[in-house]
């Protein structure tokens, strides 16, 4: 597609989307009996259209019959919205009074709805009407190979909604819907979620365009025949399920496992139901044709009946043939035709006993069909419920069709036409998508109890930092004992030399030391001894002093001290008698205030 139409594409889906969610804005407000009513006209057109609808669809696509189209289309205008009727969506849902809660329903905001090839009038209908009756708007990209049936089918149910009374452009649908165009609508910041159903490539777009998305994965569907139920009745469901739209929907069946001991009477109601046996030659002849060599489908072949199927691959069956089936030895890579083949080809493998059979059931599911879908007919109660435990699907369907089971015609699901595969299947649920994943619910809730009676805590003591004693009172101490006491301290460590200034020396000390704590004048009077040749030595040693230049050293040197001699920018001179205090030693030895001499 040339540049100029590829971004008019880009363009269009940003436009609507933003013209959906004006519309929004709008039909946010409306009440629950007005949704109502707007549903309930969409569902009506749906019904009165499901014929020319199906036609349009097959004569478009070339895929399925207009027989089951029709049954597709009025599963969602019929089945789905009298389902839905009566269900509450917006506005107060339900109050609890014993838990004192109430819960509102919140619309999302604009669906973006991605419509598969197989079903593209079947899933705008359902798309459309669960996307409204959750109070949201919607865009629909349509596949490119059924534009034109889609946009009729969304252009008809717009219509009826704006008679009914919603807001315009409350339903919308792309023109062209390039590869583009369609990512521009998933990423739009006015998209809020996204409904992707189709290939596992728009899938995982889906997923990765950073919008809450609700997409499906493949269904590779076993189906477990027991042999406590009657052969004819399972084979005639098997078969009607395989056929049902020319094997398009993800639940159909895909292999036949049964015992070894029920081969000849499967054999036989399979031809009674006109299943085609194909050899050995045409089913490798037939997998050639259908399964390419990376197991995708060979897109000219899904939905094909089965005489078309047989003579693309180069034989030719009966023309009341209702579906193929081929004979395998195992399930993977190495059997191409085990894969899902959106066909009516049916694989069919015989085992041992029922605990190979689960076990080949297994293996079907985890070779391209992890969490969709599995079926088993049969009567025994133990065996289904084991079949259900041990089966990696989120859909376990007893004794019915799995196209008919899965999507809720003969069991009470919820009619859908997205199958979640949950989280084994790389999906966001497990459920068949419905109006309720597409509200928000807010609760209100009142309180009910005080927190200790919530959280009944064992008691707990707050750690705190240990408070250091109080300095003792330096005012209350006698000046003289403390001057006796440093007399004393300085004769036992051997200052019998000085013993005339020991009295003024212990007086100057005792002088400094209250000073430093604040009960003295600050400036202290220095008794210091003189020593006429003493030189500066030792590390701490930072400046010279000239040999014949007295020098003073201090008796008793405190922190006070080293901080008036760092403010007045002198040296403090020591000698090995002194005594200085540990704190004014390291900050003394940090600034190079204490100069140590030998003399």
Request: proline fraction near 8%.
């Amino acid at each position: 597609m040339p540049e100029e139409q590829e971004q008019a594409a880009v363009q269009e889906a940003r436009s609507k989307v933003a013209r959906a969610y004006a519309a929004f804005c709008k039909y946010r407000l409306f009440s629950q009996q007005q949704i109502d009513e707007i549903v309930e006209a969409m569902a009506e057109a749906g019904r009165a259209n499901a014929r020319r609808l199906a036609e349009m669809a097959v004569e478009e696509t070339g895929y399925g019959n207009v027989k089951d189209k029709i049954a597709k289309n009025l599963l969602n205008a019929d089945l789905l919205a009298r389902t839905i009727r009566g269900m509450k969506t917006v506005g107060v849902l339900r109050e609890i009074p014993e838990e004192k809660i109430v819960e509102i329903g919140v619309p999302c905001g604009v669906v973006a709805a991605i419509v598969p090839c197989t079903n593209p009038t079947s899933t705008v209908i359902y798309k459309a009407l669960i996307s409204l009756k959750a109070g949201n708007t919607i865009v629909v990209s349509p596949h490119p190979r059924a534009v034109r049936c889609t946009r009729e089918t969304a252009d008809l149910l717009y219509e009826a909604a704006r008679k009914a009374g919603a807001p315009e452009d409350v339903l919308l649908c792309l023109e062209r819907p390039t590869l583009e165009a369609t990512q521009a609508l998933m990423r739009h910041e006015h998209t809020a979620v996204i409904l992707a159903t189709g290939g596992h490539g728009m899938v995982r777009a889906a997923y990765s365009s950073g919008k809450p998305a609700f997409g499906v994965g493949p269904g590779n569907v076993p189906v477990l025949l027991d042999t406590s139920f009657p052969v004819p009745e399972a084979v005639a469901g098997i078969v009607e399920g395989k056929a049902f739209d020319y094997g398009t929907v993800c639940s159909s069946e895909q292999t036949l496992v049964a015992e070894q001991s029920l081969r000849e009477p499967v054999l036989a109601a399979l031809r009674t139901q006109k299943a085609y046996l194909c050899s050995e030659e045409q089913k490798e002849a037939l997998a050639r044709v259908l399964v390419r060599p990376n197991l995708q489908i060979n897109p000219d072949c899904v939905g094909q009946a089965p005489t078309k199927l047989a003579r693309m691959a180069g034989f030719e069956v009966p023309p009341d043939t209702s579906i193929l089936v081929v004979e395998l030895a195992g399930v993977g890579k190495e059997h191409p035709l085990s894969v899902e083949k959106l066909s009516p080809v049916l694989a069919l493998r015989f085992v041992r006993d029922f605990e190979e059979a689960l076990q080949t059931c297994e293996a079907v599911l985890r070779f391209g069909g992890l969490g969709h879908t599995c079926v088993i007919w049969s009567k025994d109660e133990a065996r289904i419920r084991e079949f259900g435990a041990r089966m990696p699907a989120f859909r376990v369907l007893v004794n019915t069709p799995g196209p008919h089971g899965s999507v809720g015609i003969t069991t009470r699901l919820m009619p859908a036409m997205t199958l979640g595969c949950g989280a084994m299947g790389g999906n966001s649920t497990s459920d068949n998508v419905g109006p309720q994943h597409l509200i928000n619910i807010k609760r209100v809730a009142w309180k009910v109890r005080e927190a200790a009676e919530a959280l009944p805590l064992p008691p707990y003591e707050e750690k705190r930092a240990p408070v250091e004693p109080p300095a003792p009172a330096i005012a209350a101490l006698d000046r003289a004992a403390i001057a006796a006491a440093v007399e004393q301290y300085l004769r036992e460590r051997g200052l019998a030399a000085a013993q005339a200034s020991l009295p003024a020396a212990a007086a100057d000390i005792v002088d400094r030391f209250l000073a430093a704590r604040g009960k003295a004048p600050a400036a202290c009077p220095r008794r210091s001894a003189v020593c006429p040749t003493a030189t500066p030595s030792g590390p701490s040693a930072t400046e010279p002093t000239p040999p014949a230049q007295p020098v003073l050293i201090a008796d008793f040197v405190c922190e006070a001290d080293v901080r008036a001699a760092l403010q007045q920018g002198r040296k403090i001179f020591i000698g090995p008698r002194t005594i200085v205090t540990p704190a004014a030693r390291d900050l003394g030895e940090q600034h190079g205030v204490l100069v140590m001499t030998q003399g």
